[in-house]
């Protein structure tokens, strides 16, 4: 069902059926889509990366993610539009091919694909690097162990996936609302080391809520980091295929997003910066490693070193998942080897997630031999990479709406709120994140790769178009 276009009076069961056409396995149950939703909005970002966005934009960095949350709300209610209309695997590309052409389809899949892979690079490696805390072994071998495992994991079955992404999700939600807990006994019965001298006033009493050395514009400044911290959210989709009830579980999954982020970073930021005054913190330290040594815990390092491991873990698992799907989507709509078809018995992506496991491999050596800035800046382009899926799911609901509204296509069962308007909205504060970035010297460079990309990818396109010029893969659907 991936390669051809359903009919449009389409209903539950058919949809339902997708993914006998696609060829997997509907074996991912509620428990687990509800907690890769979560996981998918919980990163390093916030557990390592919000200290950076503390020391420079103060308190006001609540109201930064505060913001950016609405915007990814908006994104993924317009995917959950889409999601309904025809829940598939392909997902974005699939979406992108429909309602803007095959180029962009063609685009999506390999750019998606290639966000995932070196994320999973950087990720393992990552992983890698927090096992050192405990044991004093070469990084190349826990990177090893990592991939291997993973790589184990996803062959086996899509099931076997989904529970080690809920376990991986219930660390972090366990870390983060621990830690809101301990806040708040702190705030109101005054125990441990922080208790006499924790107030909410230090949100605005400590140089005022926008108290970056440039004000608001030090907030704005912040905006590219914050959206970063939410890259994968929209993972939920790609598990669209595999879902045991895609009709009543990705809808309940993404209306989880408004709570998900006013708990686990607003609710979070306020109760941290409740504890610790905003000016202690230093750019690369933990905002949860200073808020336990406030209160005199020394085990905090710990357990933060734990928590991202967790985090930098579900994040190469995610990798090694949607990888291998987006190439089989590819594949079967003739814009990749179709070698990348192939399934093992259980409905897992043989080929596609092996290439994908093994270039992930080769970049754990390329990081271990040659690590510094130009590898960094890989991994900011990699960023680039991944807003291109929000921005595709931005316009494409935009065009299926339109279409909707004209008669043209069934109405989906779960509209997003704002209809189109939000979905612009979403795509001009995505513009004024990609400005921001070329403001800032150090993630400028990641905007000089991505017409690089775009150059390659167009170069491949029209080879394989020119091979094959009446193929179906080439041509715009109606």
């Known amino acids: 069902m991936t390669s051809v276009r359903v009919d449009k009076q389409h209903d539950g069961n058919e949809a339902a059926d997708s993914a006998s056409g696609e060829g997997y396995h509907r074996a991912l149950g509620a428990r687990q889509i509800q907690m890769i939703a979560i996981g998918g909005a919980i990163g390093t970002g916030l557990f390592l990366g919000a200290g950076k966005g503390i020391s420079k934009a103060g308190p006001s960095l609540i109201l930064a993610y505060a913001l950016?949350?609405?915007?990814?709300?908006?994104?993924?209610?317009?995917?959950?539009?889409?999601?309904?209309?025809?829940?598939?695997?392909?997902?974005?590309?699939?979406?992108?091919?429909?309602?803007?052409?095959?180029?962009?389809?063609?685009?999506?899949?390999?750019?998606y694909w290639l966000f995932w892979v070196v994320t999973g690079i950087t990720e393992?490696?990552?992983?890698?690097?927090?096992?050192?805390?405990?044991?004093?072994?070469?990084?190349?071998?826990s990177a090893l162990v990592f991939t291997v495992i993973l790589y184990g994991a996803n062959l086996i079955s899509v099931k076997l996936f989904g529970e080690l992404e809920f376990?991986?999700?219930m660390v972090k939600v366990t870390a983060i609302v621990g830690m809101i807990l301990i806040c708040a006994g702190i705030l109101t019965i005054g125990f441990s080391d922080a208790g006499d001298t924790a107030s909410i006033t230090h949100l605005w009493d400590l140089g005022g809520f926008f108290a970056g050395?440039?004000?608001?514009?030090?907030?704005?400044?912040?905006?590219?980091?914050v959206m970063f911290a939410f890259l994968a959210v929209e993972l939920v989709g790609v598990t669209a295929g595999e879902s045991k009830d895609p009709e009543t579980v990705l809808p309940k999954a993404i209306n989880t997003v408004p709570w998900r982020i006013a708990v686990f970073y607003v609710g979070a930021l306020i109760m941290i910066l409740s504890v610790v005054p905003w000016t202690e913190f230093q750019p690369g330290v933990s905002p949860f490693v200073a808020a336990f040594e406030k209160m005199?815990?020394?085990?905090?390092?710990?357990?933060?070193?734990?928590?991202?491991?967790?985090?930098?873990?579900s994040s190469c698992n995610s990798g090694m998942y949607s990888t291998g799907r987006m190439l089989r989507?590819?594949?079967?709509?003739?814009?990749?080897?179709?070698?990348f078809t192939r399934l093992t018995r259980s409905g897992t992506p043989?080929?596609?997630?092996?290439?994908?496991?093994?270039?992930?491999?080769?970049?754990?050596?390329?990081?271990?031999?040659?690590?510094?800035?130009?590898?960094?800046?890989?991994?900011?382009?990699?960023?680039?990479?991944?807003?291109w899926a929000w921005i595709m799911i931005l316009v494409c609901q935009i065009r299926y709406r339109l279409k909707a509204d004209r008669g043209e296509l069934p109405q989906s069962s779960f509209k997003a709120p704002g209809g189109i308007w939000a979905s612009i909205f979403a795509l001009a504060f995505i513009g004024l994140v990609v400005v921001t970035m070329g403001m800032d010297a150090g993630n400028r460079v990641a905007l000089y790769g991505a017409p690089v990309w775009g150059l390659l990818l167009a170069v491949s396109y029209l080879v394989l178009k020119a091979r094959n010029p009446e193929g179906a893969a080439f041509a715009k659907r109606s």
């Open 213 to 225: 050395e440039n004000g608001i514009g030090s907030t704005l400044m912040t905006l590219q980091m």
């Open 167 to 169: 376990w991986f999700s």
């Open 329 to 339: 989507d590819l594949a079967l709509n003739g814009q990749g080897p179709k070698l």
């Open 296 to 313: 005199g815990l020394g085990i905090g390092a710990a357990i933060v070193n734990f928590v991202v491991l967790t985090a930098a873990l």
């Open 68 to 111: 950016a949350g609405l915007v990814i709300f908006f994104i993924m209610r317009a995917l959950g539009e889409l999601l309904m209309y025809r829940p598939v695997s392909g997902s974005f590309s699939e979406y992108a091919r429909e309602f803007i052409g095959p180029f962009a389809g063609f685009v999506t899949g390999w750019t």
């Open 124 to 141: 393992v490696t990552a992983a890698a690097t927090y096992m050192t805390y405990w044991w004093d072994i070469p990084q190349w071998i």
């Open 350 to 387: 043989l080929v596609g997630t092996t290439f994908s496991a093994g270039l992930m491999m080769v970049g754990v050596w390329i990081n271990y031999q040659w690590p510094g800035e130009a590898f960094n800046y890989v991994v900011s382009f990699a960023t680039i990479s991944g807003m």
